[in-house]
């Protein structure tokens, strides 16, 4: 089994910035992609950043050239570096892994933290 624990959400005023972290243990697993989602009330579950085993990084246009998705392969660790917050980003902010384990392609999510920005 793989999992994972995030960290880093909190409460920033607008223009603020956070980073969150995302990481996996277990054993026998590798990680494909990487990514961050996020929920905010009322609202469905949207893609906010992914990342490629290689580093490729695709982001929402939302949070383009604000946010930034990096990984940590020998940590199997993501990253979301978010900086000019808006409040507009307030939601709940879930980690997401695409894992091989044995001969099966598995779907993780992280528990979720909370992201506030206020005006």
């Known amino acids: 089994q793989v999992q994972l624990v995030e960290s880093g959400g909190g409460l920033v005023q607008a223009g603020g910035s956070l980073r969150l972290s995302c990481a996996a243990s277990g054993s026998g697993f590798r990680i494909n992609a990487m990514g961050w989602y996020r929920q905010a009330p009322g609202k469905q579950r949207e893609l906010v950043a992914v990342?490629?085993?290689?580093?490729?990084?695709d982001y929402a246009d939302s949070v383009k050239g604000r946010f930034t998705i990096s990984r940590d392969n020998a940590k199997n660790t993501v990253y979301l570096e978010m900086n000019s917050l808006k409040p507009e980003d307030t939601a709940v902010y879930y980690c997401n892994l695409k894992v091989v384990l044995s001969t099966s392609f598995l779907n993780y999510w992280g528990q979720g933290t909370q992201v506030a920005v206020s005006t």
């Open positions: 990342i490629s085993p290689g580093g490729n990084a």
